[in-house]
């Protein structure tokens, strides 16, 4: 066991070693300037003031230099300030800030995604070949086809501007405004995001259903007299559940760095939609603080999606 | 057969399921589709378009612009209520002396600070926080004396001290070193209590103009500024009429009455009307505007034509909103480099500029019906606009422009380098937005219709695109060929236009005599010694005719050497609730009608709800 973790941990360093050295560089190497940002394009420039700023950001000092200052700040759990928001530290105030709201709608977008797939998966592979399974096969298609922000566009047509029901956009905090209207802001966009998701999901949920229904044990409970639904629930379902919890631990994770479209169309304040601002005004300390940390989450959760396999499957604990 | 139907059913589920999703899209869609037609009805052989009228000539009113009317507010004032402002972007910071500050954020900092002094609707400043204003004989120095009374939000009093401490914070400011700077602004004391004195190290007749923005205009606690200037980013402190009550960065900003206000309307009645109000950005334009449809937000801003559109067609189509709309001075279009060749020669901008369609591209930017086609840095409703510059200004004539660009292309010096007889190279580049890039290929298909250029089409980010045009990397010169652009405001025109024509390079700076005015805002590099000289001699008058006269003297140099090439000026407009009253008709205290809501800059104080 200390020697699986050794080995993860190695090589959560290389991947956090690669992806912080790549994506400095590469942000850095962008032609843009953060000092314009800063400045405004048409404010009268003041030389004197840009040099400042330059000096006060360290933008003057070589990419090696700037790089290996940031990463042996970031070891001691220092990501730095925004070069724009000056004054916002890049992990209390952007990235313990918005992870809840970004990992509230991912968690979101995958329960609703899974609630929807796993019936239709069942219900495909019961019925294979049939019309149920056509028609939700049909579906699944559609939902997979159609991006997450003409979803998103058609979602704020229909639920806030046509029945107004719920807000076109923005994002009511828990702490603010309680859970009902959290949910209100919330539920729009998880549903686009899950939309997607949900395709996905009952396909898997499918096509490893109609393989543990050829299963011997399968066959068995069936010559035992067994109901329907008792073998598919009872029986069937755990072992068709082991891609699915691989896909949604992976996808949870992508989720986490995937929500910049949907974020930036309902104005969510989560880390796609800081991410995208940041990107467009160079704040590659924002920047980098970000994908680190993104990278780490989707890292961890793949680890623990490892893990809940022996969970879901006695026979990978016994080997 | 049972199994057909099953079929034919799914699949009708699965296009309905794509037509709702399509027909959902309420402007992002109907953007793009305008676009696409109007790029392909662009006449390929680039002869005009039947002249429908849809696009009035300049100088003309435009069908269906309807530019609200600024006119003082009326109705019975109510107190109270609550509203949440849609805005295009987040504000970076409530800082005025360090956080730059456009549109989205000023509807937001004027709620906090007031400012000095004020635009009016006939263009001139009037004293806000300032109760006088005046300035010595040659406008080197002018003294101010502030309103009695007025405290900041923590209960400090204003006294002309205040305004002196300030400056010591704005001279390093990072938005308000250069803003004084361009102002010639060498000192500030207080002279009395509440009289300020202005030292300039130069004549500047504008200097309320200056006095009536972000960076230097609004007024902040030097103390507090300077015990916590991080902080003042998110707990801003003014002598506003609203008071910050939480900053939820990228989510929503909450102002509340500030109770102690000293303002009132001219009708004497205590200011502000209303309870709260809740800024919050909405980067997309079409759920922005949804947010007012559904009655999320109870008004939004848009600078963008093709949601003006899209908000008379839901305001025609029954949906309860109205627009303010306001189409200023600033306009669109484009620049070209004139330190690199072929745009070194006028032969080429000319050529380039009379094969500018501005009734086609006016129309793929949405704005057919919306946008004036522009001529000039000033709008037909400004009091600095020249009719005889709209009628110098190169229009579209696609065969004069094709006949100025061979004399071009068969010179055997041509500055390109290239043999004669053969086509010119442009690159020609925009940001990443549907509604330019299909501007930009109406110009590109005309221009390549011509025979004559080759045209790339390039598009970078907002950073890089504004980079590329400053060129920090090569002193200035820019690595930008034909590059889109805006200019202009309604502020005084010296504000935009001195530094757009100063010497643009260290070498041309020198060559012009002048070493130590080197400014990176001159974009298109285009410097002319006359131009710059009536821009300069420009704020060394208060005279309206003389300065409109020199202002006009340089768009008619425009018009002649072309550095700029104009598609439209930009339509702005508020979109409310119909319970929104008081937007745009406010005042300043003197009782002087404001300018309105120009670059959709709302004054919040006067707005109330109607019953």
Redesign the interface.
Known sequence: MGRVLATRLARLAATLFAVTFLSFIMTSL????PV???????????E??VE??REELGLNDPLPVRYVNWLGNAATGDLGESY?????TVWG?TIV?RLPVTAQLAAMAIIIAVILAVPLGIIGAYRQGR?QD??T???V??AL??PNF??G??????F??KL?WL?????N?ISDKGIFENLKTAILPATALALTQMAIFSRLVRSDMIATLQENFVLSAKAKGLSDRYILFRHALRPSSLSLATIVGINFGALLGGTVVIE??????GLG??LI?A????DILVIQGITVFVAVAYVLINTAVDLFYTVLDPRIRKS | MKRSLTKLLAMLFAFAMIAAACGGDSSDDGEESTDTTAAEETDASGDEADDDDDVAEAGEEAEGDVDTEVEASTGERAYGGDIAVGLEAEAVGLRPWEDTCSSPCYNMMITIYDKLTELTADGTYEPWLFETLEPNDDFTEWVGTLRSGVTFHNDVELTAQTVADMFVIQQTGAASAGALGSAFIADVQATGDLEVTYTLSQANSALPATLSRAPVGMVFDPAAAEADPDGYSTAPIGTGPFVIESRDLDNETVVVRNENYWGVDPEGNQLPFLDSISFRPIPDEGTRLDAVLSGTVQSMQTLRQGTIRDARAARDGGDEIELLEFQGNNVGGGQFNVLLAPYDDVRVRRGLTHMNSQENVIDALGGTGISLPGTQWFSPDSPWYSEKVAEAWPQFDFELGVSTLQEYVDDPERSDGKAAGEPIDVELSCPPDPTLIAAMQVLEQTWTASGLVNVELTNFDQQTHINYALGAENGFVGEHGAHCWRWSSDDDPSLGLNPHLAPPTAEIAEAAGIPEIVSPLNFPNWFDGDAFGAAAAAIQTDDFDERFALYESIMLQFAEEVPIWYSGHTATAFVNDPSIQGLIGWSTPSGVLGAGIPAVEGRWAEVWLAE
Request: charged share 15%.
């Open positions: 962008l032609p843009g300037d314009n940002a800063i400045l405004g394009v048409d404010a009268p420039r003041d004197a003031t400042r700023i724009i928001n000056r004054g916002q105030d800030q019309w056509q028609t096969s049909a579906g298609q559609v086809s159609v003409i979803t566009i058609f979602l704020i047509w229909l806030a501007v107004r807000p076109a956009s923005n994002w905090r930036t169309l309902f104005a969510i304040p939609f800081r601002n990107i467009n005004q160079r």
